[in-house]
């Protein structure tokens, strides 16, 4: 039975790993910041923020609206 709930966590995990990465390309294409999928070493520390930011913020007002 643990072998089963560790699999499910695993499989969670990377569902929400794969979501997360979306909703960061989203947000992205959303502020005009172009991503390559893998490494964006190049980006500015401001674009970086910026798409954090966003994607917080989409966050919190995704909760609020809950």
Known sequence: MSNNSNNN????????REALERFKMESANELGINLKQGYNGDLTSREAGSIGGSMVKKMIDSYKMQ
Do not use: F, N, P, R
Request: proline content about 0%; glycine content about 24%; hydrophobic content about 10%.
């Open 9 to 16: 966590k695993g499989e969670m995990t990377q569902k929400g």
